[in-house]
C-alpha cells in the first residue's frame, strides 16, 4: 500500500497494533507506533492505550510506563484504566524490586509524572 502512496485507515493501523498485540508481539507492536511517528504520522490515544495494556499484561511495567510517557509526551492524557492497571500491578513489582527487573522506582516514576507526587 504504502509504494502505492496510498494511506490505510486509522481503524485499520488499530487492529494492526491490537493483533501484534493479542499475539504476544508487543514489542512490535510499539515498533510499528515508532515506524509511524518516524513516517510523519501520530499513533492515537488507542493505539498508546492498546500496547500500554499489553505490556501491562506481560507485568513488563518498564515499558508500560515508558509508553505512558511517550504518550503524554505526544499531547494524550492516560485515562482511568491505564493508571489503575499500572498501580494495581505495583505489589507485584514490590516483591519483584529484589531481582531488579526494572520496576525499581515505578511508582516513585508514574506518580511524579502524572503531577501525584510532589516535591518538597
Partial sequence: MLNWNLKPRIS???MLVFSFCERRRTEQAEQFLVDMI???ETPTRKMYCTVIKSYHTENNLRKAS???QAMQEKGYQPDFDIHW???SNLSN???KET???GS???L???LSKTGFLRKR
Avoid: M
Fill in 99 to 101: 531481582t531488579d527487573n
Fill in 66 to 68: 515508558e509508553l505512558v
Fill in 104 to 106: 525499581k522506582g515505578f
Fill in 93 to 95: 513489582a514490590k516483591e
Fill in 12 to 14: 485499520t493501523v488499530e
Fill in 85 to 87: 492497571s499500572l498501580i
Fill in 38 to 40: 518516524h513516517g510523519g
Fill in 108 to 110: 516513585s516514576r508514574l
